[in-house]
């Protein structure tokens, strides 16, 4: 019970740094991280992220990068993927294509097609394990 109350505090500690920070429009927590989609990068428990809003709008978006984007089948669901590819890999313009690390249960690329870039919310750029491990710069894991 008391790691419960260390991980509650830890949460709500990293969401309020990242509101009250001076770039509130950048820089945002995300808490509904849940699912078996990103297995084993994010736990099924689920992960606290932070994303950053600029680096896909900049083009500093690339291959292996876990991004947070808006659901092209529910508008009212956001989505938690790695960019598999870019536009050119077999990408048409203005589209990336994106899967979940756990292939088996994953919706994604596969199912909706190549997502619009205009449909990204951010780039994924640290994550809290649980509240209890910060994991900084996921590894980008393409074979």
Known sequence: MENHGR???ARASISFACYT???????????????????????ITGDVVLV?????RLGKL??????RVRSPLDPNKTLTKRVVAMEGDKVPKGHVWIQGDN???????????PLPYG???GKVFMGVS?????????VHRMS
């Open 7 to 9: 991980e509650a505090m």
């Open 21 to 43: 920070s001076p770039m509130p429009t950048y820089y945002r927590p995300t808490m509904s991280v849940l699912g078996p989609s990103m297995l084993p990068t994010l736990s």
């Open 52 to 56: 950053e809003r600029l680096s896909h």
């Open 62 to 67: 690339g291959s292996g990068d876990l991004v």
């Open 103 to 113: 292939l088996y249960v994953s919706r994604d690329s596969r199912h909706f097609g």
């Open 119 to 121: 449909l990204i919310e």
């Open 130 to 138: 649980n509240a209890k491990s910060i994991v900084s710069g996921f």
